[in-house]
């Protein structure tokens, strides 16, 4: 017999439709479907391109190293993909389906990461591990079993956003064909015809009535330039719009901004970002990086390391983590002043700059020593100096100079 849960799938699944669609309603469906998707699309570009940015930094006992799991995650995680379009295909399937199931398999006598398209859901027990069947990759329908310590599984929210905004885009939908139909009626031209009776009253009026309306007044209002005949009997008067002094679309527009602005907002993006205006970029881009971005590399990371190293392996230091410094642009020559104070400060090394900065390596030993201006040093020493130059002692002097080396 059969599960609850298998005898409710099949009530609540679609029943195929037996009748046909016009083909101008599939049009104009089709158009509709389009702004929906062109705002999620770029919705799912700017994250992906903003991860894809990152650098996956791995340790070994707590010191970076570029190994092959390095090289797994930063530049080849397949023979078919690079790490950017793996990485896009991932968070497309996250943002997508709320959820992203990553295989590790062996190819070629090395590890490989490969996102799958498709999986049936598992059912979920608190005391036993998930267990993952019908895994699709590609053309390729695996029939073993993947259980959750073997994949990465990535979930992005506890309900699925794009479900969400969908609907609210359904019901946002029917304002945007009132404004389209208002618009278009008032850019057109809208006439009256008054027929005399003696014309009405001729044999089949209709058939010429229409053979006139086809060949005379349609062609007028299409073409660019055409005269219309006005005949004895016939009286036209203009009802309203005219594409000269058309309205502005704007208010169209506007419907489309808004809903670009809440599938921004249904993602953690600021909807200036997606919308492409410059002013507020720089405040709403530290905003994104803070709330959207740095929570799902740290989701990301957290996966993979509880997966691909273990607590006793992190416990030794050796750990992956995803740095998200690098999605910011950076400008040497603006930021040449803070580089000062970062070498200067005795913070960071030439090389450590080098890399933030996306630039080389220095292969010498001076590029890695922590460097410190005189007039940065504890303020033991600076109260030692001031002693030091009103006494004038040698041993005073000395001492400073000593706590100054240290």
């Known amino acids: 017999m059969g599960s609850i849960r298998d005898w409710l799938l099949k009530k609540l699944e679609p029943k195929p439709f037996r ?100 999986f049936e859901r598992p059912m979920t027990y608190p005391d036993r591990p998930n267990e993952y069947r ?22 992005l929210q506890h309900s699925n956003t794009k479900k969400v905004v969908d609907r609210v885009y359904d019901a946002y939908q029917r304002l945007m064909v009132a404004a389209i139909k208002q618009y278009t009626w008032s850019s057109g031209r809208h006439m009256k015809v008054h027929v005399d009776q003696i ?14 309306i086809q060949t005379n007044v349609k062609p007028f209002f299409d073409g660019d330039n055409a005269i219309l005949p006005e005949f004895d009997g016939y009286h036209y008067e203009n009802l309203g719009g005219n594409p000269d002094t058309q309205r502005s679309t704007r208010d169209i527009r506007a419907m489309v901004d808004d809903i670009f602005s809440f599938t921004a907002n249904a993602f953690g993006i600021p909807p200036v970002l997606l ?22 590399c740290d989701q990301l990371q957290e996966e993979i390391v509880r997966k691909r190293y273990g607590r006793e392996e992190w416990k030794r230091g050796n750990y992956l983590r995803i740095d998200t410094s690098t999605m910011i642009h950076f400008d040497m020559f603006a930021n040449a002043a803070n580089i000062e104070k970062l070498i200067g400060s005795g913070a960071y090394s030439i090389n450590d700059v080098r890399i933030a900065a996306g630039q080389s390596r220095i292969e010498e030993p001076w ?23 009103k006494g004038g002692t040698n041993e005073t002097k000395t001492n400073v100079g000593a706590a100054a080396n240290r």
């Open 19 to 118: 009748g046909s669609v016009p083909g101008k309603e599939l049009l104009e469906a089709a158009q509709e479907l389009q702004i929906r998707e062109l705002a999620f699309h770029c919705c799912v570009n700017l994250i992906a391109n903003a991860v894809g940015k990152c650098e996956f930094q791995t340790y070994r006992n707590g010191e970076s190293v570029q190994a092959d799991e390095y090289w797994l995650w930063n530049f080849e995680p397949n023979s078919n993909q690079n790490s950017t379009v793996f990485l896009h295909q991932l968070i497309y399937k996250l943002l997508s389906q709320n959820e992203a199931l990553v295989l590790s398999q062996a190819q070629s006598g090395r590890e490989t990461l490969v996102v799958a398209d498709d």
């Open 134 to 155: 019908d895994v699709r990759v590609g053309e390729v329908t695996y029939s073993k079993s993947f259980y959750e310590q073997d994949v990465l599984h990535f979930r």
């Open 199 to 212: 014309q009405q009253g001729g044999e089949d009026f209709l058939s010429r009535y229409t053979e006139m």
């Open 275 to 296: 919308l492409g205006n410059v002013a507020g970029t720089k405040d709403a881009l530290l905003r994104w990086l803070t709330t959207g971005i740095d929570p799902l």
């Open 367 to 389: 590029a890695d020593q922590h460097w410190l201006t005189l007039n940065i040093g504890m303020i033991e020493a600076a109260a030692r100096a001031a002693e030091a130059k």
